[in-house]
């Protein structure tokens, strides 16, 4: 069974701070990508990469950076956070056809900025 | 662009009897779709996935989606549903370039009552 694991699980952070969640995968998959899930939105993609220490834009990077230092490490970096940032964040990871393979997703971290 | 449109937000259904949940896409080319369920307080799960091909895909746990090219649709549907089964359900197209992830739609909240 694929494993994809999210720290932290929740968390409280202050407006202008820095938030950094972390996400790792034991499937040794090639994609990863973060999610944002937000009441009416569904899902959206933030940051994807397919190798390590290279990462892609998706639908909204604004505010928003991401680091893949390994192939089963990926963070996604809010510098400044912001109220509108508060959201369920999902990391997953795919295997070597990205998207059109099974998509495995970590169980979220819950995020309030206040 | 692609998109995905889940026109029923909420369903409710009593235990044991049949359901369908509608998923409309709009994507220039040969889409690969997804129905992905998220049970309370968890990341998604794939339930199943379109690859082109036969137009009736089974999944797990007793559901199965229909293709139609015709109708730009894939929805979801199951025999008979169990209480196990309260959860969302979202579907989700491949973006063109497969290694940016998905695109969902917004997810239909499914409750089950006896």
């Known amino acids: 069974e694929a494993a994809v694991t999210q720290s932290p699980r929740s968390k409280v952070a202050v407006t202008g701070g820095k938030v950094t969640l972390s996400c790792h995968q034991t499937?040794?998959?090639?994609?990863m990508y973060w999610y944002r899930q937000d009441t009416g939105h569904g899902l959206r993609l933030i940051h994807y990469?397919?190798?390590?220490?290279?990462?892609e834009k998706g639908d909204i990077p604004d505010g928003y950076k991401a680091s893949r230092p390994s192939q089963e490490n990926f963070s996604l970096i809010l510098e400044l956070a912001s109220l509108s940032q508060t959201a369920v964040y999902f990391c997953?990871?795919?295997?070597?056809?990205?998207?059109?393979?099974?998509?495995?997703f970590g169980p979220g971290t819950r995020l309030l900025v206040l | 662009a692609q998109s995905v449109t889940q026109p029923d937000a909420r369903v409710t259904v009593s235990e044991g009897a049949s359901l369908q949940l509608r998923c409309k896409y709009s994507?220039?080319?040969?889409?690969?779709l997804f129905w992905y369920v998220q049970y309370p307080r968890q990341g998604l799960q794939l339930l199943l996935k379109?690859?082109?091909?036969?137009?009736v895909v089974q999944g797990v746990n007793g559901f199965e989606a229909e293709f139609s090219k015709s109708n730009s649709s894939f929805h979801l549907r199951k025999a008979s549903v169990h209480w196990s089964d309260w959860a969302v359900y979202f579907c989700a197209v491949s973006m063109d370039n497969y290694a940016q992830g998905l695109t969902f739609g917004l997810g239909t909240r499914v409750s089950v009552f006896p």
């Open positions: 499937n040794n998959h090639d994609y």
């Open positions: 990469s397919y190798v390590a220490d290279s990462t």
């Open positions: 994507y220039f080319g040969t889409p690969y």
């Open positions: 379109y690859y082109p091909g036969d137009p």
């Open positions: 997953a990871s795919s295997d070597k056809q990205g998207a059109i393979d099974t998509q495995y």
